[in-house]
């Protein structure tokens, strides 16, 4: 289980996948696996949609993982729009794969779930799924956590608030929202160490490679921008492959002083592109020389 790597004493490294849309692109994410795996991550993740539509394809990719990559999986799970009955075929499945991690999420709301099924759906928040897994497994649970708040909390206090409760529920380790100014996470992190959060924090890293998705990416995620990162962007607005070596260039610089400033582990948001990831590790690989 995931829980007992972090137990190692150093910095631990883990990559996010997604499952592609199209069945006929399917065979691409285990081509982007295979190349992942040269790389020796401690785990990697897989990504779930909301409404649960590719919940076999999450299945199937974990399973992959753990059982032709020999690496630990962790499968996504969203609360949204699923029932319990949904929950435990899924946790069985799992199992069944030889996958024994899950993230545990509330999940965005699906483009066509109706006002009546969103306000009556049966869990509200990623802790009501966490109580049953705890409850029937002993699975091993992460939590998502926001360096700069949830978009929807009214505060900090608050947001840490429901954190713990999150937490003291029965995740064993968090992995954080991206976010591109260090500072923010390590004031996050002395707060709810203040809290009496206690459990392992990986920070989220999402090397930006075109302008287009720093843009996406504050949009769904209401991470702030430095002026560093934003200033790189405009600089090699026309240069897309200048913008591309910048980005990653930022992205080794985070990671290195996270790891000096001893971070339990670094959680690189790949998009799918083993390529992006090779080079970010070769980069900090050849600086620790």
Same mark, same amino acid.
């Given at each position: ?23 006929? %692109? *399917? ?44 690496? %630990? ?10 029932? =319990? ?13 030889? @996958? ?15 006002? %009546? ?5 049966? *869990? ?11 409850? =029937? ?19 900090? %206090? ?21 976010? *591109?100014?260090?500072?923010? *996470?390590?004031?996050?992190? =002395? ?17 930006? !490679? ?8 504050? !949009? ?20 897309? =492959? ?19 400033? !001893? @971070? ?26």
């Amino acid at each position: 289980m995931i829980k007992n790597i972090y137990r190692q004493g150093r910095t631990i490294f883990s990559f996010e996948v997604f499952p592609p849309k199209k069945e006929e %692109e *399917f065979n691409d994410i285990y081509n982007t696996l295979n190349k992942l795996k040269t790389l020796n991550p401690d785990f990697i993740s897989v990504t779930y949609g909301a409404g649960g539509s590719n919940s076999k394809k999450t299945a199937a990719i974990a399973s992959y993982i753990k059982n032709s990559c020999d690496i %630990e999986p962790i499968a996504h799970l969203t609360a949204v729009a699923m029932d =319990e009955a949904f929950l435990t075929d899924f946790i069985n499945e799992l199992k069944e794969k030889g @996958v024994s991690n899950v993230l545990a999420l509330r999940g965005d709301r699906p483009k066509d779930m109706s006002d %009546e099924a969103y306000a009556n759906r049966r *869990f509200l928040h990623a802790e009501d799924i966490i109580r049953i897994i705890r409850r =029937e497994s002993d699975i091993c649970i992460a939590g998502a956590c926001y360096p700069e708040i949830h978009p929807e909390s009214e505060s900090r %206090e608050s947001d840490l608030y429901y954190l713990k409760q999150k937490v003291d529920t029965g995740v064993d380790f968090l992995i954080t929202q991206m976010f *591109f100014n260090n500072h923010k *996470f390590y004031k996050f992190r =002395e707060l709810a160490e203040k809290k009496g959060i206690h459990v392992p924090i990986s920070a989220g890293i999402m090397p930006i !490679t075109s302008a287009k998705q720093l843009g996406t990416s504050v !949009t769904l995620s209401g991470t702030s921008v430095p002026g560093e990162l934003s200033s790189l962007v405009a600089k090699y607005a026309d240069a897309p =492959e200048d913008l591309r070596k910048a980005g990653i260039e930022y992205a080794v610089k985070q990671i290195e002083d996270l790891i000096a400033n !001893t @971070v339990d582990g670094i959680h690189i948001y790949t998009m799918n592109k083993a390529d992006t990831a090779k080079e970010i590790m070769e980069q900090l690989s050849i600086s620790k020389i």
